[in-house]
């Protein structure tokens, strides 16, 4: 019980005591003497009552405060520093490395023989699983861990399930680039005539084809920067009704935008999408693999909202065999919680890449000395 609550009581006593009359007074008086009295404990008893009320709904705005404040997630976190006004002027990148402490080692990676078949294919794939297995073992791993994009992702889960015994020990992973890539092109959808595309023009940060190219997700390294660009300068418009309200309450501020008008909702879930992309981008480059899972898992409404079957179905086994690990294959999940399912290639903060994307490089290198083209036509090229 409060001090004040105590002080009310208190009172309530002291009145009871007063106003209690000799038995010797007048009737009249003793009449006169209790109905005041008695309106005096009403009143008291009223503000008594109205006390606990405020107290009950105070505790409960502070209980519902601390589960927020406990539910927030560790990028959640950094968001709340990220508005600090000192740090306002950093872009996204150069924030994060400045806050993230990255401890994880610089990774080895490079060519495996070359196929000469069409990679689609189910025997290309399923000789890509084996040979992978052959090489786990030679390295005395217990597990083999494959990722790929989507279109080969599905076709090696389904050999998978179709075989078993051979490959229970295989993880299957998507890679996170063409995750993102095609939330990319998801955004793009959702703000399909909303004006973005002519104030990313007439302001001339971009043309117009690669206005188109940032919409359909295909400029991947253009749309984040573009995303980034706008959010900021969204945030920054917003700064300053942002910056009124208290540290605690900033988690509920969304809400009140969204309760506004149709464009402020709009444009609030525009942010929010935004903000997805964000941390699925901060978790592959962190290395932070329940950041990863989380944001994935975000991302699933939107897949099925704007019809990307493929997506919204074999995203969601990726997402429960990534849930399934820590039972099924512990020594993956371990290596996933400490940073392994993504490639370092330098030294330094917040620098690593997906799979698929560090792939992505190693082709641009060889694509670079024309050695590639046509290699799986010309069996003298293949090493």
Not at 43 to 53: C, G, I
Not at 294 to 322: C, E, Q
């Amino acid at each position: 019980m409060t001090n004040n609550s105590i002080m009310v009581e208190h009172d309530y006593h002291i009145a009871n005591q007063v106003d209690e009359t000799p038995t010797n007074q007048p009737s009249t008086s003793r009449t006169n003497s209790e109905r005041d009295g008695g309106d005096k404990r009403s009143n008291l008893q009223k503000a008594a009552e109205a006390y606990a009320v405020d107290q009950k709904e105070t505790a409960a705005i502070l209980e519902r405060f601390m589960a927020m404040k406990e539910s927030v997630s560790e990028y959640e976190q950094l968001r709340l520093r990220e508005l600090d006004l000192k740090e306002l002027e950093l872009k996204w990148s150069g924030f994060h490395k400045r806050t993230v402490e990255d401890k994880s080692h610089v990774t080895t990676y490079g060519y495996l023989p070359v196929l000469p078949h069409v990679s689609s294919e189910y025997d290309t794939v399923w000789t890509v699983i084996i040979k992978c297995n052959e090489i786990a073992k030679e390295l005395n791993n217990r597990y083999t861990v494959l990722t790929f994009d989507q279109a080969i992702y599905y076709k090696a889960k389904e050999l998978q399930w179709s075989q078993s015994e051979d490959t229970k020990n295989v993880v299957i992973r998507l890679g996170g680039f063409h995750i993102v890539m095609n939330f990319l092109k998801i955004i793009g959808q959702f703000m399909t005539d909303s004006g973005l595309a002519d104030v990313w023009l007439d302001s001339g940060l971009y043309a117009q084809s690669t206005i188109d190219g940032i919409l359909s997700g295909k400029k991947y390294n253009k749309a984040i920067q573009a995303h980034k660009l706008t959010r900021k300068e969204d945030v920054m418009q917003l700064s300053d009704k942002i910056l009124t309200l208290t540290r605690e309450l900033l988690t509920e501020f969304p809400e009140f935008i969204a309760a506004q008008t149709a464009t402020g909702k709009y444009w609030n879930a525009y942010l929010e999408m935004v903000d997805i992309l964000l941390e699925f981008q901060f978790s592959e480059r962190s290395g932070n693999w329940e950041i990863h899972l989380s944001s994935f898992r975000k991302m699933l409404p939107y897949f099925f909202a704007f019809d990307h079957v493929n997506y919204s179905r074999w995203g969601t086994i990726y997402l429960m065999d990534m849930y399934k690990l820590h039972g099924e294959a512990p020594e993956v999940h371990e290596e996933c919680m400490n940073e392994n399912f993504v490639v370092k290639r330098l030294n330094g903060n917040f620098n690593q890449l997906s799979v698929d994307q560090a792939l992505e490089h190693i082709n641009k290198i060889s694509k670079k000395c024309r050695r590639d083209r046509g290699i799986d036509q010309k069996q003298h090229k293949i090493r």
